[in-house]
């Protein structure tokens, strides 16, 4: 049985019901909800281009609020920036201070973003400029006017906080450099009876300074969110990247502002200089950066669950044991999810499998032992969904360290919808779990497909896939990706309905991405129930005439490469954003296609247009410099 069709029978059986209420928590790190989560803008996610040094027009709130934040007009869209921290992209503001000229995304006037009388922000930043007024975010109609608050780096390179209006502003103790990743977070909390309590504010989550606050309530204020500007009038820039901003309507209790700075320090690689819960994250230990979540508590309260859909698959709720300094933080290392049939080692059964997907969990643990509500939720750990098979063929998973034979925790407990539940776990030890069975061939499966293929043909790319037999299948959606998370649908395919013959089946996709992207196969049966294939990348190979730049950021070198071979001399200008010219002079040629520019330590880090001359064409491409 080959690994597509092995995917297929596991992925039918490992699913997991999990009530609402006890696994409702689908905000940053497993904590909150779109009730008191308001806002949260992620790189990642939700952003109108994924390719790297492509202005964006939309970035869209992962929230649940909708408070999405826009950008019509070209010259002042944010650049979208791949692998800036960890691996992870960012958006990339220019620092062009000029009116109509300096990048801001704009939202609504939400009501969610005000009227409470409690705020936890967080942000994850690179400033690359100081100067007058960077703003991170606001939301002002202008100075004191309609002002709910504002976020901005200022005088002597400090953090400066207004919280209703501009009449308490006041900086953070710590002062920053460029070219730096942080992680800050701020609380207002206007239920405090001193006012000098009202605010405090974190740097990796150690503690800075507190402030003065005398507003109690931030009102209703009619004014639009801003990321990168004071106002929507303003002209003064954000210099720098912006990797996930996130604001809650509410002071959050010490517990879960730990587990956000937790889960934002291994996504970014930016440690913590206090309560840091989670070791996933260390190489030692296999950089379980992705999707970190978890419970704790502290004497100010604590967070009993997370759910599934921000984790990659896993749910978890605390029945008992939770004291103060207690926590179960998790974090998996794979993007795509699948099913292998290989190290599974110390499982009993006759036709072991398991999710690739693994989840490393710390566990801090006082006093009480910890039990515990598991449970592996199909298609959000990236699993199709269908009809389960026997319970007792599915199991939890446990091993101490990366490799070696696994130990059978638990027999699932029950199967409802789509999730396998796992209940009343003792959950003590540091290291790593996943979802296996015991017998991947018990379950029927709609169709057996047998193959799914992409090529590049000029500019479209034709997919081709076969199926050794169907049952009730009633069609299937060949899926493009530039990123291979972020899927569109190409076509409706008619399915074959019931057959025991093999059938094949292709298309052209004649509007293919250009360079590198993924396709996949959502097949549908007669009573709604879908499967996906395996992803497959495909990447189109240059026309005659495009000419390609990279690496993009770059230190100030980088080669230039050619569809087609190219004879020396190739002339280069380089300007900044106002069209300032910084460089002139010739490429160096490495080979037929591919020149080379040296200017490392000549260029400042910013964005530039090169002006690439060829004797009888001009061609410009952005880059940055970081």
């Known amino acids: 049985m080959n690994l597509k069709h092995l995917t297929l029978f596991l992925v039918w059986g490992i699913i997991s019901l999990i009530s609402t209420v006890a696994f409702a928590q689908t905000g940053p790190g497993g904590v909150g909800t779109s009730t008191n989560n308001a806002l949260w803008l992620k790189a990642d996610a939700g952003t109108s281009t994924t390719s790297n040094a492509t202005a964006i027009s939309f970035w869209n709130d992962q929230s649940g609020n909708g408070v999405n934040v826009t950008q019509t007009v070209s010259a002042q869209q944010p650049s979208f920036s791949t692998n800036v921290m960890n691996g992870f992209p960012a958006i990339l503001f220019d620092n062009v201070n000029s009116s109509g ?8 006037d939400a009501s969610v973003l005000d009227n409470t009388s409690g705020y936890t922000f967080f942000y994850v930043t690179r400033p690359m400029n100081y100067g007058d007024a960077h703003v991170i975010m606001s939301k002002r109609t202008s100075v004191s006017v309609d002002q709910s608050f504002m976020l901005f780096y200022y005088t002597g390179n400090r953090l400066f906080v207004d919280i209703q209006t501009t009449n308490d502003r006041w900086s953070t103790a710590a002062s920053y450099t460029t070219a730096t990743n942080y992680i800050g977070c701020l609380t207002y909390n206007g239920a405090v009876s001193t006012s000098s309590l009202r605010c405090t504010f974190y740097n990796e989550e150690a503690f800075d300074k507190n402030a003065t606050e005398t507003s109690t309530l931030v009102p209703d204020n009619s004014s639009p969110l801003l990321i990168g500007t004071t106002d929507a009038s303003d002209p003064r820039p954000f210099g720098g990247y912006i990797a996930e901003l996130i604001i809650y ?10 587990i956000v700075n937790n889960y934002l320090s291994a996504k970014y690689n930016i440690s913590l200089s206090a309560n840091d819960k989670y070791a996933g994250d260390n190489s030692g230990n296999g950089d379980y950066d992705r999707d970190v979540t978890g419970v704790g508590q502290e004497s100010s309260g604590s967070n009993t669950s997370f759910s599934a859909s921000v984790s990659g698959g896993l749910s978890l709720s605390v029945n008992s044991g939770l004291d103060n300094g207690d926590y179960i933080l998790t974090g998996h290392a794979v993007a795509t999810n699948s099913t292998i049939n290989t190290d599974v080692g110390g499982m009993t059964g006759t036709s072991n499998a398991r999710w690739q997907r693994i989840w490393y ?13 598991l449970a592996f939720d199909m298609s959000d750990g990236g699993m199709p969904t269908f009809t389960l098979g026997t319970v007792s063929n599915y199991v939890l998973l446990y091993r101490a360290g990366t490799s070696g034979n696994w130990t059978e925790l638990a027999t699932a407990s029950s199967i409802s919808g789509d999730n396998v539940i796992f209940s009343s776990i003792t959950f003590t030890a540091d290291g790593y779990y996943t979802i296996g069975t015991r017998n991947y061939g018990s379950s029927p499966l709609p169709i057996e497909l047998i193959r799914f293929s992409a090529k590049a043909v000029n500019k479209d790319v034709d997919l081709f896939w076969s199926t050794a037999s169907e049952r009730n299948n009633q069609y299937f959606i060949p899926e ?7 899927f569109t649908e190409v076509c409706k395919v008619k399915g074959g309905g019931n057959s025991s013959v093999k059938k094949d089946y292709s298309l052209r996709d004649r509007e293919a991405y250009p360079g590198l992207s993924y396709y996949r196969l959502k097949q549908t049966d007669s009573d709604g129930k879908f499967t996906y294939s395996n992803i497959v990348a495909v990447e189109m ?10 690496p993009n950021p770059n230190s100030g070198e980088f080669f230039i490469k050619f569809g087609d071979n190219t004879q020396s001399p190739i ?5 900044d954003l106002n069209g300032r010219l910084v460089y002139s002079g010739k490429a160096i040629q490495e080979s037929e296609r591919i020149f080379k520019v040296s200017l490392k330590n000549r260029l400042e880090p910013a964005t530039y247009i090169l002006k690439i001359n060829t004797g009888n064409k001009i061609q410009s491409l952005k880059f940055i410099v970081d």
């Open 361 to 373: 969990a710390d566990v801090t643990n006082t006093l009480t032992s910890l039990n515990v509500n």
């Open 571 to 575: 002339y280069l200008e380089i300007e």
């Open 101 to 108: 000229a300096n990048d801001k995304l704009i939202g609504p």
């Open 249 to 258: 309507r509410e002071a959050l209790n010490d517990a879960r502002r730990i």
């Open 480 to 486: 493009r990706s530039a990123d291979g998370f972020n």
């Open 541 to 550: 190979p240059p026309s005659d005439e495009e000419i390609t730049l990279y």
